[in-house]
């Protein structure tokens, strides 16, 4: 086993590696394809968190194409956010923007099926308050009586936060609600966050990183001593899909049908 390969080996889950971004796009695509056919199967709908940042904007314009523009049955996607930047939704900081600008607007998504997270509300507790209170009206529940998301996307930062879950920041502590505000150590500094609890509540969540730049924050995360080693779904899936420079390893042959269980 290689050293990067034994750097990774504490990371709970399973782990798709493809040799480049596009290639995991494509990875990813896949997964989210299934997890869209499991859940409208079992309930009609598919209930999505999307992460921001830069990473997930290839994913996005990817299902935005053929063959996965005209494969993915839309009416039932139901989309929020795992969070969001003190941003107006029409800035480019804003990650609903970025979702809007890379793929909602280009997939035939009923607007009334997405549900922009008001991070830039002066009242940023109110916000999150209200944001809470819709995730418990629309969702049903999960392990620790949280609201429970078919799917939610996350990123990980080069210091460990995933979402806006930063290291030495109160959002890691709070146990209690679904939604906080979040600081960052980066402009947009004041955010919303899903917490722990709704992440670890989720059927399935999936990390996407690429970059070697990446590989520390992994090799920390495995060595659980990140806010993203935190992320456990007490009953779900957890996939790391990580392209090559990320995870210092070459590609491997797990897929979506290997982690997705089909009814
Ligand atoms: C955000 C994201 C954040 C992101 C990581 C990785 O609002 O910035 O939600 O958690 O996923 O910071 O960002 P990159 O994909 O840009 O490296």
Redesign the pocket.
Known sequence: MSTAETDLRGLAGRMIVRETPQALAEAAAELLSLATESSAAARGAFTIAL??????RLLYETLARPPWRESIPWETWRVYF????ASPPDDAAS?YHMARKTLLDRVPIDPEHVHRMPADSPDLDAAARTYDALLEHDLPRGPGNAPRFDCVL?????NG????LFPSTPALAVADRWVTRGQ?DYAPFD?LTLTFPTLNAAALVVF?V??AS?HTALRATAEGTTPASRVHPADGVLVWLLDSPAAGTTANQVSGRDVIPLP
Do not use: I, M
């Open positions: 992460s921001g940042g830069t990473s997930p795992s969070d969001e930047r990650n996350l990123g990980l930062g080069e936060h995933t979402a806006s960052a955010r996407l690429t970059g990446k």
